[in-house]
């Protein structure tokens, strides 16, 4: 019996060792990266005599110089599709028809698409990705309740209600149209 069972299992361990030695010999080796600093970039020491206390540089930095651009191009394309999706959320929480929602193609609406645009178009990939979370979590709200399911539906509402409150702080640091951001989160 034990020769029986000898041969396979030898013949099992010789193709393993057969496998890991090919792996070994054929893996691509990832090359380790050294650190530099590029040679462009200098140094400057920070010499404080007791004559002013240190402060912070006020000069913006490369994400404040890209932000306020995208405020002024994107802040009322964000602020629209915010209106649409209120409307949206107002119609499933009064329990609209389902045939009035069923013909609701959420992703070529205008303010989806430029509210798309504005997310890719972010200078933090981040943030970028949180309108983008905006979106789907509304998308996905319509969805459950076009399928019925309750449960589901309030609870991406609750995440678009959390994502659309951490933009209105985020639209409130370089507003465009504080009035209608002031309005719109009242609502």
């Known amino acids: 019996m034990l020769s029986n069972l000898m041969l396979p299992v030898l013949v099992c361990a010789g193709c393993l060792v057969i496998i890991i030695f090919v792996y070994l010999k054929t893996r691509t080796k990832s090359e380790r990266k050294a650190f530099s600093i590029p040679k462009s970039q200098s140094i400057k020491p920070i010499r404080n005599e007791g004559l002013e206390p240190l402060t912070p540089d006020s000069t913006p930095t490369a994400l404040d110089q890209g932000l306020s651009p995208w405020h002024e191009l994107f802040e009322s394309a964000v602020l629209d599709f915010i209106e649409f999706s209120d409307r949206l959320v107002r119609t499933i929480d009064n329990g609209g028809p389902l045939e009035d929602l069923k013909g609701i193609d959420l992703f070529e609406a205008i ?70 951001i002031i309005r719109l989160r009242r609502a």
């Open 111 to 180: 303010e989806t698409l430029e509210f798309q645009r504005a997310a890719s178009k972010h200078p933090s990939p981040e943030m970028g990705a949180e309108l983008s979370a905006l979106l789907a979590s509304i998308s996905a709200s319509l969805h459950a309740y076009l399928r019925g399911d309750t449960d589901l539906a309030k609870q991406q509402k609750s995440v678009y209600s959390e994502y659309r409150e951490m933009w209105f702080q985020r639209l409130r640091q370089f507003p465009q149209d504080i009035d209608r």
